[in-house]
């Protein structure tokens, strides 16, 4: 199946950016349900004179329209203060969106990985380049393979969601349950793109080994392990993870086209996303809250904070082109001259730091300004008219909140 660009999550299967293996052994306690966390108090604001929040909202408005969305939900906080929460839009016909509606939330969990990795290492309970032999010996090239490679996407291992095997499956069975096992295959960590560490691809395959990894360095399970160590010190009330497409209510539900007809795709099986155990829903506020947690390097050291933001990552400022299987050739580079680059589990452009989740429906934000303490949370749903070739509208509805809040220095998002 050639590279396409449909309105979904799948419109990234060919772009650059997106426990067990072949290799590891299953367990049956990823059968078993994730936390679920107290209900959110998560409200939209009170209406207010106040003209940052006026102007956040017609940002919103504005694009909503422009980009023919279906719903939005936003949440805009400075030094942990509401500036502005609201949703705009239906969820479904005749019941109207929410900001305490829940939604899935994609690469946010491989952000929460990659914090775990770095408060491990703050707590020198491992090295960063540590081999994943240690943990995962059976991985080919384990020994060559380290903990730092798996978290800045430097492995070399090939992206399963760049094959168009996987795609075609994707599509036509779309509420398939995906093991790591079936995953890690597509992948085939035995044949690499180039030699670890010497350059970046991001790769989904780096991040279900990831989660294998935590799970056997620390020996819990890793939704439990998010449970202890992000969403209990981030305050996240809503997040959680039940290990299949069940979303706990109340739930934004989602719609897309990326099959040919517009339908419903709020329960589509997420486990093909990352490791079994981070795949996560949340709502806006406890997007807003990661954003500004992150952002602002809460749980994590001083160096701790900056090798996420900056992990050295390595192919970013030379051009090294490679060509990988499939239908999808793939050139990795950032020039020099941009100020952009992949951190562990983060984007930073121009001081911004930010992610930037989709998942065939669903597509969200969520961006930190450390210099002003801004943090911007966005998720969208699409209707029949939004344009295919708009691959993550939340970027365009927090680019037009920064604009309004910050005009001198504004979200922009560079090759990301």
């Not at 939900?73 to 829940?102: C, E, F, I, K």
């Not at 706990?248 to 897309?256: D, E, G, M, N, R």
């Not at 970027?395 to 990301?416: C, E, N, R, W």
Request: aromatic share 6%.
């Amino acid at each position: 199946m050639p590279c396409r660009k449909p309105r979904s999550r799948t419109a990234l299967l060919c772009t650059a950016l997106l426990l067990s293996t072949p290799f590891l052994a299953a367990t049956d306690a990823h059968a078993a349900s994730g936390p679920h966390r107290g209900r959110s108090e998560c409200v939209t604001s009170p209406s207010s004179s106040d003209s940052r929040a006026r102007a956040v909202r017609d940002a919103v408005t504005r694009v909503r329209t422009q980009l023919k969305l279906r719903a939005v939900q936003v949440r805009v906080t400075q030094n942990g203060r509401d500036v502005w929460t609201g949703a705009l839009g239906p969820s479904m016909t005749g019941v109207p969106a929410r900001p305490d509606m829940r939604f899935r939330a994609g690469s946010i969990g491989i952000a929460f990985m990659n914090v775990v990795l770095l408060q491990l290492a703050d707590e020198h309970r491992i090295s960063l380049d540590d081999p994943i032999s240690r943990w995962l010996p059976e991985v080919p090239h384990a020994d060559q393979i380290t903990l730092r490679m798996l978290g800045d996407s430097t492995s070399g291992i090939k992206d399963y969601v760049k094959q168009s095997s996987f795609v075609t499956e994707l599509l036509a069975h779309p509420f398939k349950h995906w093991t790591p096992q079936e995953l890690l295959a597509i992948a085939d960590p035995a044949v690499q793109l180039y030699p670890p560490g010497k350059n970046f691809s991001y790769s989904h395959a780096n991040y279900v080994l990831l989660g294998a990894a935590l799970e056997r360095i620390t020996h819990t399970r890793l939704d439990q392990l998010l449970e202890q160590r992000i969403s209990r010190p981030y305050g996240l009330r809503a997040t959680s993870n039940g290990y299949t497409p069940d979303i706990p209510a109340p739930v934004l539900h989602a719609f897309t086209s990326a099959r040919g007809n517009y339908e419903e795709s709020t329960f589509w099986n997420p486990s093909w996303t990352t490791a079994p155990g981070a795949v996560i829903t949340m709502d806006i506020c406890d997007l807003a809250g990661s954003a500004a947690a992150i952002g602002s390097g809460k749980t994590l050291s001083r160096q701790g904070h900056q090798t996420l933001l900056n992990s050295g990552t390595v192919g970013l400022g030379t051009p090294q082109p490679y060509t990988q299987g499939g239908d999808c050739p793939v050139t990795i580079c950032i020039p020099q001259t941009q100020a952009a680059h992949y951190g562990m589990g983060v984007i930073v452009v121009n001081g911004w730091i930010f992610q930037n989740p989709s998942f065939t429906g669903y597509a969200a934000l969520m961006a930190y300004l450390p210099s002003e303490h801004l943090a911007i949370a966005v998720s969208t749903t699409e209707s029949p008219e939004t344009s295919p070739d708009i691959l993550n509208p939340g970027k365009d509805v927090a680019q037009a909140i920064s604009q309004a809040l910050v005009p001198s220095h504004p979200l922009t998002f560079g090759p990301f």
